[in-house]
Every structure is written in C-alpha cells, then in structure tokens.
C-alpha cells in the first residue's frame, strides 16, 4: 500500500476490534508500513489489502482499474473549467482501455459542452469506454464535481487468494527482522471500494498457511479480525 494515512487508520480499526492487539503508539514507518511503540518494544507491521482479481477477460484488477477511472475524471473536471457549472457523474465499461486517460477526458469534456442535461447512454452515443453519462445542473449548498461511480460485486475470499498475499509479502520478513524483532503482517479487505470488497468464510480462522511472521491477521469489515494460523511441520 503507499497510502500512509490509509495503512494507519486499518492498524487503528485492527486495534478497536482485535482484543488481544497490544499496548503502544502506532508510528509511521517503511519497511516495515507501520510501527507499534511501547517503551524499548517495537512491532513492526506490514499492511496490505486483499484486492479482486481480473474479470470479464481483462488482465487488470479492479483496483488498477478503478484508479484509471477516477483519473480521467479528475482531468476532466479540471480541464472543464470554462464549461457552466455542472454536476457530472459517470460510469465506466469494464474494459482494458487503460492507456490514454487524457483523451477519454478529452471525449468527456467535449460530450457534455455539446448535450443538455440528462442520462445518457450508448445509444446517445456517448463516448467510448463509457456506460452512463449523467450529467444535472448543481444542487444548492452543494459544490459540483465531475465524478465516477463503479458498481461491483461481493465475491468469497478463498484461501488461495490468502495464501498468495502471505506468500508474497513472507519474502519481506528476514530484511525486517534487521529492524524490529517482532513483524506482524495485516491483511484488510472490505474497505476501499468493491475492489476488495469480499465475504471471508467462517472457517478461515481454522485454515493454516506457511509464513515466518510472528502474526498475521485478517482484518474485515464485514466480519472482524481474524488471526491466521501458521502451518507447523508436515501438516
């Protein structure tokens, strides 16, 4: 994660809801993403999120996707500085047309100077890469903004998903241990936007997986804290 705001408010939601978090002042860090500060103890704690995979046969996740999308809204609201005052809400085609966001703003821009006020869809010809162009005149008391809205879909964490974000990030451990003695990994998913929006089974506090921190847990906003057994021996 390189939100650092983000990766402390999740440490601060894992403290409220997990009983057994220790005492101490959650510190801004890298590498580890976050410290945990209790006189001469220090725990490091890596914090990353559980994000969907690729559908519809694209070959980017929802998050990279997502980001695309809320970027050529950004360019366009800035860019339509000379337009009327308007209130500008999209969707987007899932599709991978992730290479040129200032032309799709551009093509934006240019479809709402050129229409009315309304909902438009494809067979308005609205433009490329897009589902729905609404675009209203602004509400009182409220600022205009040009923005997106992603609609998506609950999906069931698996343990193979788990596994991979573990395995990923156990690679990081030994060079941490150089800093703190002690490394805790948390995993969040449930947060951002339907990205990682997931349903964690019941028994994934029965599930083990391979890794040398000293903890690692599962954080949901749907379900709580979960603390990840580690696999010992042949099992």
Known sequence: MADKKQEIALVHTTRTLYPWFPPGEIVEHEKPDVLLVDGEDRIGIEVT????????????????????????????ERRAQSLPPLDVVTYFEYRDHLTDAESSAKALIEFVRSHPCGCYQKLDGIPYGFV????????THRIPRWQCWNSGETILATYEMIAAVISEKNALVASYRLKVPRVWLLIACSF????????????????????????????????????????????
Request: aromatic share 12%; charged share 25%; hydrophobic share 40%.
């Open 49 to 76: 999120e559980l994000f969907q995979p690729p559908k519809h046969g694209s070959k980017f996740g929802p998050h990279v996707v997502a980001k695309f999308h809320q970027r050529v809204m950004e360019i366009a």
């Open 132 to 139: 729905v162009v609404r675009i209203a005149e602004p509400t």
């Open 192 to 235: 951002a936007n339907f990205a990682n929006n997931f349903s964690v089974p019941r028994d994934v506090d029965s599930w083990r997986f391979n890794y040398d921190f000293d903890k690692v847990l599962l954080l949901s906003s749907e379900s709580g804290v979960f603390d990840l057994l580690r696999r010992v021996g042949t099992e």
